[in-house]
């Protein structure tokens, strides 16, 4: 499955032509800390890439979930609403955010790989 990874440090998983699963990177949970409160996007709502979609909020800060890609919220974890913690103890997986179906495809091909991705972490910490 591919995963591609934004400049705000969500990662987003393809996992068919159009779906996709969208979660924080590990950058962003450390960067965080215990995280102890998400607010999750709506179920049925689209939103524009960059658009707020959520917040996660730790005992250090808050801070905002973009959308990676113009789409539609098809999924969110009810996990986390339960256990946030979860976000830091698993954040590529079961510490996803939200799922969605994406609307436009070739914006997913401007995100960044992994090697890109680490490469814009380390220029930018």
Same mark, same amino acid.
């Not at 962003?28 to 999750?40: E, I």
């Given at each position: 499955m591919t995963v591609k990874y934004t400049s705000d440090h969500e990662w987003i998983q393809l996992e068919n032509d159009t779906?996709?699963?969208?979660?924080?990177? @590990?950058?962003?949970?450390? #960067?965080?800390? /215990? &995280?102890?409160?998400?607010?999750?996007? +709506?179920?049925g709502r689209t939103y524009a890439k960059g658009e707020v979609a959520g917040? @996660?909020?730790?005992?250090? #800060?808050?801070? /905002? &979930?973009?959308?990676?890609?113009?789409? +539609?919220v098809t999924e969110v974890n009810e996990n986390l609403r339960n256990d946030p913690s979860t976000a830091n103890k698993d954040p590529l997986g079961e510490g996803w955010f939200f799922k969605m179906r994406i609307k436009d495809m070739t914006q997913f091909d401007t995100l960044m790989d992994e090697p890109a991705y680490q490469k814009f972490v380390q220029e930018t910490t």
């Open positions: 779906d996709a699963t969208v979660g924080i990177t @590990v950058h962003a949970q450390d #960067a965080l800390g /215990d &995280v102890v409160f998400v607010d999750l996007p +709506e179920v917040v @996660v909020e730790s005992v250090k #800060a808050a801070a /905002d &979930v973009f959308m990676p890609l113009d789409g +539609e």
